[in-house]
C-alpha cells in the first residue's frame, strides 16, 4: 500500500522544503521503506528547461530526459533513487494536458473547468507510474496564499478525502523568525499560514518549524493550540552546519517517528543512520584543504550550479578533503592581467553554459590550465571550450569556433542536427523549439581502453545525461589528435565524441554530458573523487 506525503510551505520562500522532503524520504529509507519523491511546481512553464538560471537556478536532468527542478536534485542525491519524467509536473503541463484532450474531444462536451478537470489531472499525475513504493513525498512549490498553488492545493485535499487518513499525511514547513528586540522566536506567522491552509480545507498533521534555535516549550504548546496540531508534531528544523546534517538533525526532533506514529507505523524498525552520521564527520574533520575555481557564467547564483557544487563537495568527502570552490565569473579574464587569478589555485573548473557572452575568458582558464599544468575540469560548455582552445593554440585552426555564436569557418563546434538514441534516430532542425529539444537524459558511451578516464570508471562502458545541442565535431578528430587531445570516450556509434583527455598533463579531462548529476555523498561520482584527488596532489606543488 503506497501512502502519500504532501509537504507544502508557508510564511517565505526559500525554507529548504525540498530538503526537508529530502531528508525525510531518506530517513523513512533508513527504515527499510520504499520511497519516491515528486515535485509539483505551480508556475506556467511546462519545464524548467527554457527559463534563465537566474530566475530557476540549474535545471536537473533525468535519465529519461526530462529538464526538472533541482529540487529533483536533492531527492536523487539523498536517497540514490533515480528520477523520473514523471516525478516533476507544472501547472503549464497540467494545462497543456487537459486542452490537448479538450481538442482531441475526451471531455465529450462538457465545460471544462479547474475543477474537476484540471484538479483531476493532478491527481492523475500524483497516482501516475507508482509500483511498490511504501511512500510517495510530494512536494507542493511556492507558497502557501500564492493564487498560483491553489489547483494543487485543491487536488490534494481531495485525495486527502478519497485515500483516508491512514495513507496520507499533510506536513506544512514554516518559520519560526526570532525578534532580537523582542527576545523571542514568533509564532505569528506560523498560526496565519495555516489559518491559510486551513480555508482550502487542509489541516497540517504535522508542522517543521524553520527556526536558528530550539524552540521553548511555551512557545511549541502556543502553536499546537492555536494550529490544532499534537504538541509532539510540532518538529523543529533547525539550521545545521551542512546540508548532510538535516537527516540526522530531524530525525533527532522526531520527525520520522512521528510520521510512522500518523499511519500506525510505530513499530517500524529504528533507523540506522551510521551512513549520514559518517558523511558529516568526514565534512566536519577534513584532513586538508583544496581551492578549486568554477570559471562561469551564473556564478552570482549558486543554485545554478547547485549538482556541480555538490559534486564537487562528494570529490571532497571521498578524499578527505574540503573543497573550497572559487566562483569567478568568465567575463573577468577578458580583461589584461586578470588570470592571475587562477594563480593558487589547485584545480580549474569550466561547467556548463549556453551563449557567447565570457567565451573568451573561459578559452583563456582553459589554455592557462593547459600550460600551466593545473588540473583542469571541462564539463559540457567545458569540453567545447577546451576542444576550441586546442584546435586555436595547437591544431593551427586560428578560426575554430561553436556555431552555437553564428556561422563560422572552422566548426569544431557544431549543431546536430541527427543522431541515434539506443536503436531510433533522432532528428533536429535548426529551428526547431527551444524548449525539450537538446540531447536529453542518459546516453551510451564506450570507454578507450587504456585511457584516463576508462582508469577512473574501472569500466569500459559507461551511462551518463546529457543537456545540449551543439557537438564536437568528429570531422576534426585526426587534427586535434595531432594537437595531442585524446578522444577517449565515443558514442556507440563512435559519431558523437564523449570525452576528451590529455595526457601530457597530470589531468586534463572535458566530457559532453553532466556527471555532476549522478553524484551522491554516499557514491561520490568517479571523476569527481579523481579531480579532487588531482586537486591535492596539486596542492602539494604549490
Ligand atoms: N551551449 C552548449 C550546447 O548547447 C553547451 C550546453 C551545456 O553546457 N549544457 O551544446
Not at 530566475?55 to 535519465?63: A, F, K, N, S
Not at 502557501?144 to 485543491?154: A, K, R, T, Y
Not at 508542522?207 to 499546537?224: H, Y
Amino acid at each position: 500500500m503506497t501512502r502519500f506525503i504532501f509537504i507544502t510551505g508557508g510564511v517565505v520562500s526559500s525554507l529548504g522544503k525540498g530538503l526537508a522532503s529530502a531528508a525525510l524520504a531518506s530517513l523513512l529509507q533508513t527504515r527499510g521503506f520504499k520511497v519516491r519523491l515528486r515535485k509539483l511546481d505551480p508556475y506556467l512553464n511546462v519545464d524548467p528547461g527554457t527559463m534563465s538560471p537566474y530566475q530557476h537556478g540549474e535545471v536537473y536532468v533525468t535519465d529519461d530526459g526530462a529538464e526538472t527542478d533541482l529540487d529533483l536534485g536533492h531527492y536523487e542525491r539523498f536517497t540514490g533513487v533515480s528520477s523520473r519524467r514523471s516525478d516533476n509536473i507544472t501547472t503549464g503541463r497540467i494545462y497543456s494536458n487537459v486542452i490537448a484532450r479538450e481538442r482531441r474531444g475526451d471531455y465529450l462536451g462538457a465545460t471544462v473547468q479547474v475543477i474537476p478537470h484540471v484538479t483531476d489531472a493532478i491527481k492523475e499525475f500524483i497516482k501516475s507510474d507508482i509500483t511498490d513504493e511504501d511512500f510517495v513525498l510530494c512536494e507542493i512549490g511556492g507558497t502557501v496564499g500564492d493564487i498560483e498553488s491553489l489547483p494543487f492545493l485543491e487536488a490534494i485535499r481531495q485525495l486527502g478525502n478519497e485515500l483516508g487518513r491512514e495513507r496520507t499525511m499533510f506536513v506544512h514547513l514554516t518559520l519560526l523568525p526570532w525578534i532580537p528586540a523582542a527576545g523571542e522566536l514568533k509564532t505569528k506567522p506560523t498560526q496565519h499560514s495555516v489559518k491559510e491552509l486551513l480555508s482550502v480545507g487542509i489541516q497540517p498533521d504535522m508542522l517543521m518549524c524553520r527556526a536558528d534555535r530550539e524552540i521553548p516549550v511555551g512557545e511549541r504548546r502556543k502553536i499546537a493550540l492555536f494550529c490544532n496540531v499534537r504538541e509532539e508534531a510540532v518538529i523543529a528544523a533547525l539550521d545545521v552546519d551542512t546540508i548532510y546534517q538535516v537527516p540526522v538533525s530531524y530525525h533527532e526532533q522526531g520527525l520520522d517517528q512521528q510520521v510512522c506514529k500518523h499511519f500506525g507505523l510505530a513499530a517500524a524498525p529504528p533507523p540506522n543512520l551510521s551512513r549520514w552520521q559518517q558523511i558529516v564527520e568526514r565534512i566536519r574533520y577534513p584532513e586538508g584543504e583544496v581551492t578549486i575555481a568554477v570559471v562561469g557564467k551564473y556564478t552570482s547564483l549558486l543554485d545554478s550550479y547547485k549538482s556541480l557544487a555538490e559534486a564537487l563537495h562528494h570529490g571532497g568527502i571521498a578524499n578527505n578533503v574540503k573543497v573550497k570552490l572559487n566562483w569567478l565569473d568568465s567575463q573577468i579574464f577578458e580583461t589584461e592581467g586578470a588570470i592571475h587569478a587562477l594563480e593558487d589555485v589547485h584545480g580549474i573548473l569550466v561547467p556548463g553554459g549556453f551563449g557567447e557572452r565570457g567565451v573568451s575568458g573561459k578559452i583563456a582558464a582553459v589554455k592557462f590550465a593547459r600550460e600551466r599544468k593545473v588540473p583542469y575540469f571541462g564539463i559540457c560548455f567545458g569540453m567545447q571550450m577546451a576542444v576550441i582552445e586546442a584546435a586555436r593554440s595547437l591544431a593551427g585552426l586560428p578560426k575554430a569556433n561553436s556555431t552555437e555564436f553564428g556561422p563560422c569557418d572552422e566548426p569544431v563546434v557544431g549543431l546536430m542536427t541527427e543522431w541515434l538514441r539506443g536503436n531510433q534516430l533522432v532528428h533536429r532542425a535548426a529551428g526547431d523549439d527551444l524548449g525539450g529539444t537538446m540531447r536529453l537524459g542518459a546516453y551510451d558511451c564506450r570507454l578507450l581502453a587504456e585511457s584516463r578516464v576508462a582508469e577512473i570508471y574501472g569500466q569500459s562502458h559507461i551511462s551518463e545525461r546529457h543537456r545540449h545541442r551543439y557537438e564536437v565535431n568528429i570531422e576534426y578528430k585526426e587534427r586535434l589528435e595531432r594537437a595531442g587531445l585524446v578522444f577517449s570516450g565515443l558514442s556507440p556509434d563512435g559519431i558523437l565524441p564523449e570525452i576528451v583527455e590529455r595526457h601530457d598533463h597530470p589531468w586534463f579531462i572535458g566530457v559532453q554530458f553532466h556527471p555532476e548529476l549522478k553524484s551522491k555523498p554516499f557514491d561520490p561520482h568517479p571523476l569527481f573523487t579523481s579531480f579532487i584527488h588531482a586537486a591535492v596532489q596539486q596542492s602539494r606543488l604549490v
